[in-house]
């Protein structure tokens, strides 16, 4: 079964660090673009990041420039979300997904080209 899985979630005080993993199982990260989501209660869910894994090609929402960084390991089949100076405007569900035929930037807004989803891990910044 094509599956996804998050972790590194957690409660953090503001100005932290907390790094989250998405591993992928059945299929190969290096043909796909990872995206990372996040949902707030009450929000719609947002772009944060994503990764063409081939290559390494990322972009990033202005929220979260300078502060969060994805990385890929296709070797582990994991991509990574370092989260540095966390605020608590970042607490919400994160989730990875993935998709192969997203294009360029629109791996950050166009949720529809993602076909695998993970269940979601909690970040929650304190104040």
């Known amino acids: 079964e094509v599956q996804l899985v998050e972790s590194g979630g957690g409660l953090v005080q503001a100005g932290g660090s907390l790094r989250l993993s998405c591993a992928a199982s059945e299929f190969k990260f290096d043909d796909y673009v990872i995206g990372w989501f996040r949902q707030a209660p009450g929000n719609e869910r947002e772009g944060v990041s994503c990764?063409?894994?081939?290559?390494?090609?990322?972009y990033y929402d202005d929220s979260v420039k300078g502060r969060f960084t994805i990385s890929a390991d296709n070797a582990k089949n994991t991509v990574y979300l370092q989260m540095n100076n966390l605020k608590p405007k970042d607490t919400a569900v994160y989730y990875c997904?993935?998709?192969?035929?997203?294009?360029?930037?629109?791996?950050?807004?166009?949720?529809?080209?993602?076909?695998?989803w993970g269940q979601g891990t909690q970040v929650t910044v304190s104040s």
């Open positions: 997904a993935a998709s192969s035929t997203v294009y360029g930037s629109s791996c950050l807004y166009d949720v529809g080209p993602y076909d695998v």
């Open positions: 990764i063409r894994s081939r290559d390494g090609i990322s």
